[in-house]
Nanobody, 127 residues
Framework: QLQASGGGWVQAGGSLRLSCAAS?????????????VGWFRQAPGKEREFVAA????????YFTDSVKGRFTISRDNAKNTVYLQMNSLKPEDTAVYYC?????????????????WGQGTQVTVSS
């Protein structure tokens, strides 16, 4: 129901844009705009970590410190899609990226507070 896409291979300093799309006009009975959406990533041998999140309205965003100033998050509720624009990519950004959704109003940064998850998309940044 949540589809993450846009991953790929890029050289350090390059950019990628990830998309997280909800299929259908409604998502588990609610319109997509009712959900806050977060991005998480998991590098080989490491635990999954928070990357960024956006509130249901798009008015509130959060980023982990390591991506501030390089990543932006936005949403187009008319297209049921959230975007993660990743610029100035570094090898340490290499990971599988997951998007997740929740109807909580608090725009959480903790994965256990998200209810719906998409499959991951691989991002590989070479030095």
């Amino acid at each position: 129901q949540l589809q993450a896409s846009g991953g790929g291979w890029v050289q350090a300093g390059g950019s990628l844009r990830l998309s997280c799309a909800a299929s259908g006009r409604t998502f588990s009975g609610y319109v997509f705009s009712a959900y806050a959406v977060g991005w998480f990533r998991q590098a080989p041998g490491k635990e999954r970590e928070f990357v960024a999140a956006i509130s249901w309205s798009g008015g509130v965003t959060y980023f982990t410190d390591s991506v501030k100033g390089r990543f932006t998050i936005s949403r187009d509720n008319a297209k049921n899609t959230v975007y993660l624009q990743m610029n100035s990519l570094k090898p340490e950004d290499t990971a599988v990226y997951y998007c997740a959704a929740t109807r909580r109003r608090s725009t959480p940064m903790i994965e256990m507070e998200y209810d719906y998850w998409g499959q991951g998309t691989q991002v590989t940044v070479s030095s």
